[in-house]
């Protein structure tokens, strides 16, 4: 059992920047794939990153590729989305996740973060 908690959402100009943190309580998260998603009002979740058990390998959504990073530190137990170059269109519920493979499908994932707002301002 894993259970999820992020925080650094927040209200952001467009342009500016955020670091998402994604808690993980038990010991098992550094066996997990890391995944962040994201929802805004009125679509469906969407995929945004995911960062293998190891961090040794990375995928983005195309929407967010060279503007975001994850990253993980297994020993505090914690993941990361810095957002850099922050759009209007990034506004959203974020939510990480974690599961056994490495995916963009949200199905794949089995336990989630509650999430955190991020609101990006023209």
């Known amino acids: 059992q894993v259970q999820l908690v992020e925080s650094g959402g927040g209200l952001v100009q467009a342009g500016g920047s955020l670091r998402l943190s994604c808690a993980a309580s038990?010991?098992?998260?550094?066996?997990?794939?890391m995944g962040w998603f994201r929802q805004a009002p009125g679509k469906e979740r969407e995929f945004v990153a995911t960062i293998t058990w190891s961090g040794g390998a990375t995928a983005y959504a195309d929407s967010v590729k060279g503007r975001f990073t994850i990253s993980r530190d297994n020993a505090k137990n914690t993941g990361y989305l810095q957002m850099n170059s922050l759009k209007p269109e990034d506004t959203a519920v974020y939510y990480c996740?974690?599961?056994?493979?490495?995916?963009?499908?949200?199905?794949?994932?089995?336990?989630w973060g509650q999430g955190t707002q991020v609101t990006v301002s023209s």
């Open positions: 038990g010991r098992t998260f550094r066996s997990y794939a």
């Open positions: 996740a974690t599961g056994t493979a490495t995916t963009r499908r949200s199905e794949d994932y089995d336990y």
